[in-house]
Nanobody
Framework: QVHVVESGGGLVQPGGSLRLSCAPS????????MGWYRQAPGKQRDLVST???????NYADSVKGRFTIFRDNARNTVYLQMNSLKPEDTAIYYC??????????WGQGTQVTVSS
Protein backbone atom coordinates (compact mmCIF):
# COMPACT_ATOMS: atom_id res chain seq x y z
CA GLN A 1 0.00 0.00 0.00
CA VAL A 2 1.32 3.41 -0.97
CA HIS A 3 1.75 6.04 1.68
CA VAL A 4 3.59 9.34 1.99
CA VAL A 5 6.76 9.79 4.00
CA GLU A 6 7.88 12.97 5.72
CA SER A 7 11.44 13.91 6.58
CA GLY A 8 13.39 16.90 7.84
CA GLY A 9 12.01 17.41 11.32
CA GLY A 10 14.18 17.91 14.37
CA LEU A 11 15.20 20.19 17.20
CA VAL A 12 15.97 23.81 16.40
CA GLN A 13 16.47 26.96 18.42
CA PRO A 14 14.00 29.84 18.23
CA GLY A 15 14.69 31.91 15.15
CA GLY A 16 16.13 28.94 13.31
CA SER A 17 15.04 27.20 10.14
CA LEU A 18 14.05 23.74 8.99
CA ARG A 19 12.93 22.30 5.68
CA LEU A 20 10.45 19.45 5.62
CA SER A 21 10.05 17.14 2.65
CA CYS A 22 7.36 14.64 1.73
CA ALA A 23 7.21 12.09 -1.04
CA PRO A 24 5.15 8.99 -1.76
CA SER A 25 6.57 5.54 -1.06
CA UNK A 26 5.28 4.41 -4.45
CA UNK A 27 3.30 5.71 -7.38
CA UNK A 28 0.46 8.13 -6.79
CA UNK A 29 -1.28 9.51 -9.86
CA UNK A 30 -3.05 12.80 -10.42
CA UNK A 31 -2.13 14.50 -7.16
CA UNK A 32 -4.19 17.64 -6.92
CA UNK A 33 -3.49 19.27 -3.58
CA MET A 34 -0.42 18.77 -1.40
CA GLY A 35 -0.31 20.13 2.08
CA TRP A 36 1.11 20.26 5.57
CA TYR A 37 -0.77 20.04 8.83
CA ARG A 38 0.45 20.03 12.40
CA GLN A 39 -0.71 18.80 15.76
CA ALA A 40 0.65 20.09 19.04
CA PRO A 41 0.24 18.04 22.25
CA GLY A 42 -3.33 18.16 23.47
CA LYS A 43 -4.57 20.06 20.44
CA GLN A 44 -6.34 19.19 17.21
CA ARG A 45 -4.60 18.81 13.88
CA ASP A 46 -4.55 22.15 12.09
CA LEU A 47 -3.79 23.29 8.57
CA VAL A 48 -0.37 24.84 8.04
CA SER A 49 -0.23 25.26 4.28
CA THR A 50 -1.50 23.78 1.03
CA UNK A 51 -0.50 24.09 -2.61
CA UNK A 52 -2.67 23.17 -5.55
CA UNK A 53 -1.62 21.65 -8.85
CA UNK A 54 -1.73 25.13 -10.40
CA UNK A 55 0.60 26.47 -7.73
CA UNK A 56 -1.98 28.38 -5.70
CA UNK A 57 -0.85 28.47 -2.09
CA ASN A 58 -2.71 28.80 1.17
CA TYR A 59 -1.20 29.51 4.59
CA ALA A 60 -2.44 29.62 8.15
CA ASP A 61 -2.24 33.17 9.51
CA SER A 62 0.21 32.06 12.18
CA VAL A 63 2.86 31.06 9.61
CA LYS A 64 2.39 33.69 6.89
CA GLY A 65 5.64 35.41 6.05
CA ARG A 66 7.71 32.73 7.80
CA PHE A 67 6.85 29.45 6.03
CA THR A 68 6.95 28.72 2.31
CA ILE A 69 5.42 25.71 0.61
CA PHE A 70 6.55 24.48 -2.79
CA ARG A 71 6.23 21.33 -4.83
CA ASP A 72 8.09 19.35 -7.45
CA ASN A 73 5.45 17.76 -9.63
CA ALA A 74 7.95 15.60 -11.50
CA ARG A 75 8.91 13.94 -8.23
CA ASN A 76 5.49 14.20 -6.53
CA THR A 77 7.29 15.90 -3.67
CA VAL A 78 6.20 18.75 -1.46
CA TYR A 79 8.40 20.86 0.76
CA LEU A 80 7.84 23.24 3.64
CA GLN A 81 10.56 25.79 4.28
CA MET A 82 10.17 27.06 7.83
CA ASN A 83 12.05 30.19 8.88
CA SER A 84 12.00 32.31 12.03
CA LEU A 85 10.71 29.35 14.01
CA LYS A 86 8.99 29.97 17.32
CA PRO A 87 8.39 27.67 20.29
CA GLU A 88 4.69 27.66 19.39
CA ASP A 89 5.57 25.98 16.10
CA THR A 90 6.48 22.86 18.07
CA ALA A 91 4.27 20.02 16.84
CA ILE A 92 4.14 16.88 14.79
CA TYR A 93 3.94 17.90 11.14
CA TYR A 94 1.93 15.74 8.79
CA CYS A 95 2.03 15.64 5.02
CA UNK A 96 -1.15 15.19 3.01
CA UNK A 97 -1.70 14.44 -0.66
CA UNK A 98 -5.12 14.50 -2.25
CA UNK A 99 -5.74 13.18 -5.74
CA UNK A 100 -8.25 14.15 -8.40
CA UNK A 101 -9.80 10.73 -7.90
CA UNK A 102 -10.56 11.53 -4.28
CA UNK A 103 -7.82 9.46 -2.66
CA UNK A 104 -6.36 10.98 0.48
CA UNK A 105 -2.88 10.08 1.72
CA TRP A 106 -1.39 10.95 5.11
CA GLY A 107 2.11 10.46 6.42
CA GLN A 108 3.12 9.24 9.87
CA GLY A 109 4.35 12.69 10.82
CA THR A 110 7.68 14.25 11.69
CA GLN A 111 8.42 15.96 14.98
CA VAL A 112 9.48 19.60 14.97
CA THR A 113 10.67 20.99 18.30
CA VAL A 114 11.62 24.64 18.71
CA SER A 115 13.42 25.18 21.97
CA SER A 116 16.49 26.82 23.39
Amino acid sequence: QVHVVESGGGLVQPGGSLRLSCAPSGSIFSINVMGWYRQAPGKQRDLVSTIGISGIKNYADSVKGRFTIFRDNARNTVYLQMNSLKPEDTAIYYCNMFTRGGNNYWGQGTQVTVSS
